[in-house]
């Protein structure tokens, strides 16, 4: 479990191709020394599992299934990615409940700075329509992010200074894939409305 609160942001150092899926090798500012093997870190959302560390890096196994679904398998040595560690049960719980499983990969269709901030417009799959609602929640790139308005397959966010500074957004383009997971709460509510 997650916040959507960034906490680093780490770099793809190597990528070794495995049989069905790769190994991920991500330099980190986090102390690897206490990071347990088995450790679940978001990495631009997606939950991955910790199978080896090294001071300063930690390495994970990506599925053929995420790299199906997620921008994962787009990734190149020296891409930065947004981290997030679980949480702990004292944890301040700063954004909003996120698991780490990407539903869907959206595309970035307006990039504008405004003022300071910056007004990003993504578009989702239909499939993601229904659950992405004005002045909701919705992880971006791993990024807890309110939901300023809807327009059908559209959604637009603003990016203050800080999270453009702090995350990878700060190299993000017109055209971007970007992960995205709608908030849980909306997930139930909408299959619940499906059974009635």
């Given amino acids: 479990m997650f916040t959507g609160i960034v906490t680093d942001v780490g770099r793809v150092v190597r ?28 990495c631009n959302g997606a939950c991955l599992t910790v199978v080896e ?5 930690f390495g994970a196994d990506v599925s053929g299934e995420t790299l199906d679904k997620t921008t994962i398998g787009t990734w190149a040595v020296d891409a930065k990615i947004n981290l997030e560690r679980s949480l702990k049960a004292a944890d301040e719980l700063g954004g909003h409940l996120v698991l780490g499983h990407v539903d869907a990969v959206g595309s970035v269709v307006r990039l504008a700075a405004e003022g300071e901030n910056y007004r990003v417009d993504i578009e989702v799959p239909d499939s993601l329509k229904h659950y992405v609602a004005s ?4 992880t971006v790139d791993g990024v807890s992010l309110t939901v300023n308005e809807v327009d059908d397959r559209v959604f637009g966010v603003n990016l203050i200074p800080h999270t453009w500074d702090h ?3 700060v190299d993000l383009i017109l055209g971007a894939k970007v992960n995205l997971e709608v908030d849980v709460i909306a997930r139930y509510v909408a299959r619940l409305l499906e059974r009635k």
Avoid: C, N, W
């Fill in 167 to 169: 995350t990878s957004f």
């Fill in 53 to 57: 560390k090294t001071p300063g890096h």
């Fill in 15 to 42: 990528i070794d191709q495995l049989e069905v899926g790769q190994r991920l090798m991500i330099a980190t500012s986090y102390d690897t020394s206490d990071i347990v093997l088995g450790a679940s870190i978001a």
């Fill in 135 to 138: 002045k909701g929640s919705i």
